[in-house]
């Protein structure tokens, strides 16, 4: 498990491209890698990856290298990563560690796609898009991990057809623990939704179908009539407190 907190930014400093698998080598920022062993779990860009060895570096970063096996390269940004890219990491959680963020599996569910980029003074903000049916799991106030850091959605904007976008707010502390500074329109970015809403959501979902049976179609034209649909209902209305 991760808290969703990035503790550093590191730099891929090598890769090696084999049929279904993908190898690279990171350098981590000084003191990240205290203690890190081969088999311990590292959040890269918010996938959870196991340490495969250790290696020495010159410049006095620990380097870490790690495997990536086909449907994860599939899934996620891993698979665009060349020597140079830049990637937030963050070790797995310990026992009695304090959740920042919100937990977070590790597991991407999708990607979205940085669609538009607004700088007012001393904030930034990213509206990503995101593509059906995952849009059902976000909404305004509700939590998010993107490239594994855990934020709050700002706005939000489901569209016909079920995509649709959410913008979030990032503060200059944001920017400099992370890489949201780097990306431009265009750039891909790793979601993980957050679980507990994804269990509600799909609970009402599967109540709102076992109660509605044959009169589903007509209950679905009637909302969509009135620009609704049956993921409206099943969104929750809001969060607890953090």
Request: glycine share 12%.
């Amino acid at each position: 498990m991760f808290t969703g907190i990035v503790q550093g930014i590191a730099s891929v400093q090598a890769l090696t491209d084999q049929p279904g698998l993908r190898s690279f080598t990171l350098a981590f920022p000084s003191g990240f890698g205290a203690g890190l062993a081969v088999g311990a779990s590292v959040a890269v860009d918010g996938v959870c990856l196991t340490v495969t060895a250790l290696e020495g570096s010159g410049n006095g970063n620990e380097q870490a290298r790690f495997d990536v096996m086909q449907q994860s390269l599939g899934l996620t940004t891993l698979a665009g990563l060349q020597r140079g890219s830049h990637v937030n990491v963050e070790r797995a959680a310990r026992d009695g560690a304090e959740i920042g963020g919100h937990p977070l599996s590790g597991h991407i569910d999708f990607m979205g796609r940085v669609v538009q980029v607004r700088r007012p003074e001393n904030n930034h903000v990213l509206r990503i898009a995101v593509q059906a049916p995952w849009m059902r799991y976000v909404f305004a106030k509700g939590y998010i991990a993107v490239n594994g850091c855990s934020l709050t959605v700002s706005e939000a904007q489901r569209e016909a057809g079920g995509a649709g976008w959410f913008e979030v707010w990032l503060i200059p502390e944001t920017l400099r623990a992370t890489t949201f500074a780097e990306k431009a329109e265009g750039a891909a970015v790793n979601i993980e939704i957050e679980r507990q809403t994804q269990v509600f959501v799909d609970t009402v979902r599967d109540a709102i179908d076992e109660r509605l049976g044959p009169l589903r179609q007509a209950v679905e034209a009637l909302l969509q009539q009135q620009g609704q649909s049956l993921d409206d209902l099943a969104r929750p209305v809001a969060l607890p407190p953090r």
